[in-house]
């Protein structure tokens, strides 16, 4: 059976059911299942986000306006 079909028959499951302690369990298990974006990204790209983060936390910020006047943006 493919991802597919499993999908549908669990979910044609789930809406016959009217046990609503197995819907609860069901929807814990999903969201304990969930990955956090974070986890997702490259250890480069976490690097990134890590280093945008510490900047920001030193201050180390630029407006939106300072970026446009730094690379001329304005007409």
Do not use: C
């Amino acid at each position: 059976m493919n991802i597919e079909a499993e999908k549908l028959s669990v979910l044609q499951q789930i809406i016959n059911t009217n046990d609503l302690d197995l819907i609860r369990d069901i929807k814990q298990l999903l969201n304990s299942k969930q990955v956090d974006w974070f986890d997702g990204l490259s250890k480069v790209q976490r690097n990134d986000v890590e280093e945008g983060i510490a900047q920001l936390d030193k201050g180390e910020v630029l407006t939106h306006e300072d970026v446009k006047m730094k690379f001329n943006l304005y007409p």
